[in-house]
């Protein structure tokens, strides 16, 4: 498999924690968002991704955007470790959360957004993070019991970590998330985790690697 990532898209995190947890070796293609003007928008890559957003998997003769999707075909073709619960009740959550976060927090606060609204982006980041957090926190007193869906790491948890680094990242206040920063730190210690951080890619910029 190759994977066309940059270090610092939540998205492409999302993937590499699920490749890693499924213990998939892949080639990884970094795609600079910012240099060049962004090189998503080369002719070569919007041929690979005509929506020109990494990440890309290029897997099994077939290639695939969107995180979710992707995670998704790897579940279906690669069960073990299995990231969708066997019980309907708990996949929906997990299912429900992953939605939550990819399409009702994460495109909000994105750079083709941010470089939209100009100078208040850090504000605009901040307040669609803390609007989606505020939901997710009240979600998760129901659902969560190690991380966010019962004991077991599921989807929901790969999208959960990425966009708490992006809160940090935008200096979110976490205080009145104690269950997200709770199951964020817990997550954080488990190995695929850690290999797949963005301070530990190969296209991560000297200053900001681990």
């Not at 003007?37 to 957003?53: D, H, I, R, V, Y």
């Not at 069960?79 to 066997?86: F, G, H, K, T």
């Not at 208040?120 to 989606?132: D, M, P």
């Amino acid at each position: 498999p190759i994977l066309y990532s940059y270090f610092r898209s939540s998205c492409s995190w999302r993937v590499r924690i699920a490749l890693a947890l499924k213990g998939i070796s892949y080639d990884l293609v970094p795609v600079n968002l910012v240099k060049d003007g962004g090189q998503q928008f080369s002719t070569e890559f919007k041929a690979l991704n005509p929506m020109q957003q990494v990440p890309a998997l290029k897997i099994d003769g077939i290639t695939l955007s969107q995180s979710l999707a992707i995670i998704h075909y790897l579940e279906e073709t690669r069960p073990n470790p299995r990231l969708l619960p066997q019980d309907p009740k708990m996949r929906a959550q997990v299912r429900m959360i992953a939605d939550h976060i990819a399409s009702g927090i994460q495109p909000l606060q994105n750079l083709g957004v941010l470089k939209q609204i100009g100078e208040r982006k850090t504000e605009w980041a901040q307040n669609c993070i803390a609007s989606g957090f505020q939901a997710l926190e009240q979600i998760l007193q129901h659902t969560a019991g190690r991380y966010c869906v019962g004991d077991e790491v599921s989807m929901a948890d790969l999208c959960l970590v990425p966009q708490v680094a992006n809160a940090e990242r935008f200096k979110v206040d976490m205080g009145p998330y104690p269950t997200i920063t709770r199951i964020n730190k817990a997550l954080l210690e488990l190995e695929a985790f850690k290999v797949s951080h963005p301070s530990r890619q190969p296209d991560t910029p000297a200053e900001l690697r681990a």
